[in-house]
């Protein structure tokens, strides 16, 4: 488990492979994906079972063999469905890297993509012909995650093309209806508060801080946090604390009680009870299930 990713890192591969691959193995009742944002673009594919993801204030119920688009930018998430596992893929990528300097197909139908003027079908639903198109393609791209092939790069830089192709043949996108000046300020005033909890998680943050931060009353930072978050500020605090000690107990650095001091726990016996109410398990019997992988 990757611990700086946990952190939130928002840029994804290297400067000069901007492209990051990603699959997740979720077990019935796991928690599915936090909500969170990051600035490039992103396509997901569900490869078995299902789940509900979230992009903005919108939710899709994504099965096996779909697909979703995530403009960047967006705040997004996802949540089990009761009794549901879920295994899925991400291809997470900087649009800026495939708009050549003077290349006028790139121009023409990249660069409305990128300043947000068409939005490409957020969801490719399971037997339309898009999905049929993309979930293969998407496939192919997610087996280069651990590839040596040094033609890596521009088999990438391919097939997203491909993929973004898929849309503009099946003009499978819209213009973008603009969002309320008020909706756009409230998700930018949000990113900044995970910012300022990715930076700040270890020590104690309460309500008060956070709505200042955000510039809201506590009472409506609450209510506006939830509504896009799916959680409380709170339990998103505490959620994200947990994988950040299952992570340092995954690679076995820290002992238990280094792991919840690190991810800014103060009560022990707390953390222990959200540890095995996230992971079915204590500390201890995570930590040596990786001490004997």
């Known amino acids: 488990m990757d611990l700086h990713h946990l952190r939130e890192n928002r840029r994804h591969g290297s400067p000069g492979l901007p492209v990051g691959l990603y699959r997740m193995e979720r077990s019935a009742g796991d ?3 936090d ?13 078995s079972g299902e789940a509900v993801f979230q992009i903005g204030l919108s939710t899709y119920e994504v099965r096996a063999g779909e697909v979703l688009f995530i403009p960047g930018g967006e705040l997004h998430g996802g949540y ?4 549901a596992a879920c295994t899925y893929a ?3 990528f900087d649009l800026d890297w495939l708009l050549g300097h003077g290349d006028h197909a790139a121009l023409q139908y990249l660069e409305p993509i990128r300043r947000g003027r068409l939005v490409p079908e957020p969801h490719a639903a399971r037997g339309s012909e898009l999905a049929s198109a993309l979930f293969p393609l998407l496939e192919r791209l997610l087996l280069l995650e651990h590839s040596v092939d040094p033609a890596k790069p521009l088999r990438l830089k391919a097939g997203l093309y491909e993929l973004l192709a898929e849309y503009v043949s099946r003009a499978a996108f819209a213009r973008s209806e603009p969002r309320s000046p008020l909706d756009a300020h ?3 005033r949000l990113k900044a508060v995970l910012t300022y909890i990715d930076t700040h998680y270890a020590r104690k943050l309460t309500i008060k801080e956070l709505a200042q931060e955000a510039g809201m009353s ?3 930072f609450t209510r506006v946090f939830k509504s896009f978050m799916r959680k409380t500020p709170v339990e998103y605090i505490n959620s994200l604390r947990i994988r950040i000690a299952a992570a340092l107990l995954a690679e076995r650095k820290s002992s238990v009680g280094e792991a919840a001091m690190e991810a800014g726990f103060d009560n022990f016996s707390y953390f222990c009870k959200m540890f095995r109410t996230v992971y079915q398990c204590t500390p201890s019997e995570y930590r ?4 004997q992988s």
Do not use: K, M, S
């Open 90 to 92: 991400a291809l997470v």
């Open 35 to 47: 909500n969170h944002w990051h600035e490039e673009a992103e396509f997901l594919a569900v490869e």
């Open 186 to 188: 409230t998700q930018e």
């Open 31 to 33: 928690p599915i994906l």
């Open 288 to 291: 040596q299930r990786h001490d």
């Open 218 to 220: 506590e009472g409506h």
């Open 80 to 83: 089990a469905l009761q009794g």
